[in-house]
């Protein structure tokens, strides 16, 4: 499936100024995918290691000894001979292996001319647990669930896909019923891949809600696994919240929506740890409309936003007749 981010890899292969780049973003929005892809069609040769479950590779790296020496490492691991400029390395869920991160400032200052990509899907997490980051040393782009316009092209409809982004309003215009019909779907069906696949596929609105739900439960695996065992309740008190705060009237996110006399100070840490692990987005209001909006930015006053519509409908439970057809939600 299209994604633009596909754009910006290239671009950065290009760079005479390349370093090694960090893709981040949540949990199955699709960064191996795209990386995978990537070196398919750019490159001669792929190597992929992925930290969570290759336990050699994590020791190459905490027994460290310079760059030079880890691309043999890999090379030999990986039974790849890895050359420059038409070998991608891969190095994935890198938030497992905290030496690895350290790892990126060698390959930038070593060996600049080996490709090299990193994708973790809790890198915000992992940062805050005082890993050390290559500061000046890498690249970075993020990735997030597929847009209105990448659905349109999943959905077959590339001209519409560029109508739209070409703001061209004749055809727009003319074909607005089925761009609305199309944007029920996404709404319902949301931009994560897997999700994206099924219906695309024909596997109807029920097993995308289940494979929606398959997501949600694997967020909340990684609240218990990863995040300190005393603010794991109160994450999942924010995250259940989310809904129903965006359904309110309120201008801001309310404290004492998520218990009786709740304050900020007991739960900006899990607030903090939903966004580090791009689960969510916290938007704050401004106090005037004025450029730069970050002047007049009101850090007391904010609303959080789940980083998918498809999960937001599958959190609540709505019903696809709900969004697929009515008027109500919609």
């Known amino acids: 499936m299209y994604r633009a981010v596909i754009e910006d890899l290239r671009h950065w292969k290009q760079s005479a100024n390349r370093k090694p780049l960090i893709l981040q973003g949540a949990r199955q929005v699709g960064k191996t995918y795209i990386l995978k892809e990537f070196g398919r069609s750019e490159y001669a040769k792929t190597v992929h290691i992925s930290f969570d479950r290759d336990e050699k590779a994590r020791q ?14 890999l090379s030999a691991h990986s039974e790849t001979d ?5 070998t991608l390395i891969i190095l994935d869920e890198i938030q497992e292996c905290p030496a690895a991160l350290e790892a990126l ?3 930038c200052e070593e060996t600049p001319q080996y490709h090299i990509v990193v994708a973790g899907s809790l890198l915000g997490i992992s940062l805050h647990g005082n890993a050390s980051f290559p500061v000046g040393k890498v690249d970075m782009l993020r990735l997030f669930p597929m847009t209105y316009e990448e659905f349109l092209a999943a959905m077959g409809r590339q001209s519409l896909m560029k109508a ?3 703001q061209d309003w004749e055809i727009i215009n003319n074909m607005d019923e089925v761009y609305i019909d199309l944007l029920r779907q996404y709404y319902y ?3 994560m891949p897997e999700a994206v696949l099924a219906y695309i596929e024909g596997r109807g609105p029920q097993e995308v809600r289940q494979i929606q739900e398959r997501i949600l439960a694997a967020y909340r695996y990684d609240f218990s696994k990863h995040a300190p065992s005393n603010e794991v309740p109160r994450i999942n008190m924010v995250w259940d919240s989310i809904p129903s705060q965006l359904a309110k009237d309120n201008k801001k996110f309310i404290y004492g929506a998520l218990k009786k006399g709740a304050r900020a100070a007991q739960f900006e840490e899990a607030i903090q740890w939903l966004i580090d692990a791009g689960l969510a987005y916290k938007v704050s209001r401004v106090s005037d409309i004025k450029m730069p909006l970050k002047f007049y930015e009101d850090f007391s006053a904010f ?4 980083l998918d519509v498809g999960l937001m409908g599958a959190l609540v439970k709505a019903p696809s007749s709900l969004v697929l057809i009515g008027n109500d939600i919609f």
Do not use: Q, S
């Not at 905490?62 to 691309?71: F, K, S, T």
């Not at 609303?303 to 789940?306: A, P, W």
């Open 82 to 86: 890895i050359t420059p400029d038409d």
């Open 303 to 306: 609303k959080l936003f789940l």
């Open 189 to 191: 069906v949301g931009g």
């Open 164 to 166: 739209l982004h070409e």
């Open 60 to 73: 190459f790296f905490n027994e460290g000894g310079g760059a030079e020496r880890l691309i043999r490492l």
């Open 105 to 107: 400032k060698y390959f």
